[in-house]
């Protein structure tokens, strides 16, 4: 009688190697197979798709015709660009409108109060906003919608250049007009979006992280701030990005602050400024492109450092809730 612990043994016997020195229930393939590569098949390039490439290249031309100009003739002696054969490429690159820009125009001080005024904008917005929106997403208030509605239609009435004045009153009166006076009075006018993108975007976050914040002991601002605003880090992104455009770019509000105090310009206002404070009639273009293009360098940086959030916080701010 066979012992079962023979019979076991014979049961797990390994297969014989075949041939080649593999045996026949091996898995994997083969050496021969694991050397050769696969040929890629070649993709067709149809004939649209070059014609669709090249009208989008023509096109990104055209749209950045305007900006590569500016850039030469702010290197481009002036009268150069007064003349009507003087070509894009500058005769001789004159650097130093940048330089004459930075210190004679005072754009130098004209820069820090831009900084000065868009810090505080943006830093209000971003903590204004975000509060303002979590409680609207997360708390059914007597007379919401009411207000939601009121916030809604000051967006389409459009009312900005209508109250300019009577703000400029109101913060003169105040004592704010200075700096702090423009920064409250550009927040009023962005805050609105912004807050509709965050209250959208908290919709759609879950609340059970929330929920266990509050059995630990943290009340409403305790749970928006350690829990929920750093989850709104894409959406917020978006708001800076926004936030930094409307309130650098903004034309009117510090204009009207700075007419009685040039001190108070903006870069904006102080490159329109250029034109007219001109000596002999004659307005310096090559500088005011030199300024112009200083001008843009900050939300250049800001966008390429924030872009990687701002497509994902824009999109799930307006399509969420």
Do not use: C, D
């Given at each position: 009688?066979?012992?079962?612990?023979?019979?076991?043994?014979?049961?797990?016997?390994?297969?014989?190697?075949?041939?080649?020195g593999r045996p026949d229930d091996a898995e994997g393939p083969s050496p021969s197979v694991i050397g050769t590569r696969v040929p890629r098949r070649r993709r067709r390039v149809r004939p649209l798709t070059i014609l669709l490439h090249l009208i989008l290249i023509a096109a990104a031309l055209i749209m950045l015709s305007p900006l590569i100009f500016g850039l030469l003739a702010s290197v481009s002696p002036l009268d150069q660009i007064l003349s009507r054969n003087g070509g894009i490429v500058p005769r001789v690159w004159e650097w130093g409108n940048y330089v004459q820009a930075w210190t004679t125009a005072n754009f130098s001080r004209y820069f820090v109060n831009s900084l000065i005024v868009t810090a505080l904008v943006v830093v209000l917005d971003t903590l204004a906003s975000s509060m303002t929106g979590y409680v609207l997403a997360r708390r059914k208030l007597r007379g919401q919608r009411f207000l939601e509605g009121l916030y809604v239609g000051t967006l389409f009435v459009g009312l900005t250049t209508a109250t300019l004045f009577p703000q400029y009153v109101i913060a003169e009166a105040l004592g704010l007009d200075n700096l702090l006076g423009i920064a409250l009075v550009q927040l009023a006018g962005i805050?609105?979006?912004?807050i509709f993108l965050i209250k959208a975007f908290v919709l759609g976050l879950g609340t059970e992280m929330e929920d266990a914040a509050r059995v630990d002991g943290c009340g409403l601002f305790g749970t928006y701030w350690r829990v929920t605003f750093p989850m709104m880090r894409p959406i917020?992104?978006?708001?800076?990005?926004l936030g930094f455009q409307a309130s650098w770019n903004n034309y009117q509000v510090p204009l009207v602050f700075s007419l009685a105090a040039p001190d108070l310009r903006t870069l904006v206002v102080g490159v329109s400024a250029l034109q007219y404070d001109a000596a002999e009639g004659?307005?310096?273009?090559?500088?005011?492109?030199a300024g112009a293009n200083m001008a843009l360098v900050p939300i250049v940086v800001i966008f390429i450092v924030?872009?990687?959030?701002?497509?994902?916080?824009?999109t799930e701010g307006s399509v969420k809730g």
């Open positions: 009688m066979t012992t079962p612990t023979r019979s076991l043994s014979l049961s797990k016997r390994r297969p014989e190697p075949v041939e080649g805050m609105l979006v912004h917020l992104a978006t708001t800076v990005i004659m307005t310096p273009y090559n500088t005011v492109l924030l872009q990687r959030h701002f497509v994902r916080g824009w």
